[in-house]
């Protein structure tokens, strides 16, 4: 396979929230998700997510979970708040300058929510006040138009998926080949099915090839790690999810946890792994993302 050609541009989204639950997306493909109550500044990277023209830019806001209670919050917690910024970063640059392209910002209270949103390319700000859904939810778009600096993603020339129980029980099939995988430590084979989606992380992240692809996700790390212990595939509550426009899908129950997963036992943590698929001509799943 041919080397990967480097790039200088890097792409992110920060963060600043508190007290709301949220699902962020670029191009509706997921970026941050959060359903605790608290406070947060962070900056998430996103460089494999920005398509060449027009990017959306999305939030579902919803009531957070309170871990003292145990339950979702009735009402947003005094002085919700959040915003987010796609941004644009020049890595050659001597001060790393962040360049904004488009961001949404808002304030909640029990009624409705106080609205910004900007694209910076155009020079083109929005702000209105919005009433919040009968669930007290909230989603918000904002678009930029950037020239990608990144090849066309494999996705974006996938068949539609549909929402039915064929497709569902065929990515099932998908998951279990790759928990299989895993099981038999089999680091070739895990590598293969990792290849598409380690040759587009290595575009997205200036990388030199494939192999640092494949390192930047540490592929095939947790199974060679004697401390973890591959769980059972857990399909319990999980169910077809749709992204990307309805050319990407995964598995996630509601917690947005997917079937497999490691168990760390010295420290009780979880290895969660996060995937998702698009549909070739070929009708077979390729691992993206």
Not at 14 to 30: F, S, T, Y
Not at 103 to 118: F, G, R, V, Y
Request: glycine content about 4%; aromatic content about 10%.
């Amino acid at each position: 396979m041919a080397s990967i050609t480097k790039n200088n541009l890097y792409y992110g989204v920060d963060i600043d929230l508190h007290n709301v639950g949220v699902d962020i997306r670029v191009n509706d493909l997921p970026v941050y998700f959060d359903d605790e109550q608290g406070q947060l500044t962070t900056e998430i990277p996103a460089p494999d997510s920005i398509i060449n023209g027009e990017n959306q830019l999305s939030i579902d806001v919803f009531l957070p979970y309170d871990n003292a209670t145990q339950s979702q919050t009735t009402s947003y917690p005094e002085g919700a708040y959040l915003m987010a910024t796609l941004f644009e970063q020049d890595l050659t640059s001597s001060d790393s300058k962040k360049t904004k392209l488009s961001s949404i910002s808002l304030t909640i209270n029990e009624l409705d929510a106080l609205i910004t949103t900007q694209d910076y390319i155009k020079e083109y700000q929005h702000s209105s006040t919005i009433k919040l859904e009968s669930n007290k939810r909230v989603n918000i778009k904002s678009s930029t138009n950037i020239s990608s600096p990144f090849p066309r993603w494999a996705w974006q020339d996938g068949n539609i998926i549909k929402d039915n129980t064929q497709n569902y029980e065929s990515l099932l099939k998908k998951y279990q080949e790759i928990h299989n995988t895993l099981t038999n430590k089999d680091l070739t084979k895990l590598k293969a099915l990792y290849n598409q989606r380690s040759q587009e992380i290595s575009y997205a992240y200036n990388l030199s090839d494939l192999e640092a692809g494949h390192q930047k996700l540490s592929v095939g790390n947790d199974m060679g790690n004697s401390d973890l212990e591959l769980n059972e595939l857990f399909i319990d509550g999980m169910k077809l999810e749709l992204l990307g426009d309805g050319k990407i899908a995964r598995l996630t129950n509601d917690l947005k946890a997917q079937p497999i997963f490691y168990f760390d036992e010295s420290t009780q943590a979880f290895h969660l792994y996060k995937f998702m698929f698009y549909l070739n001509d070929q009708n077979e799943w390729i691992m993206i993302r």
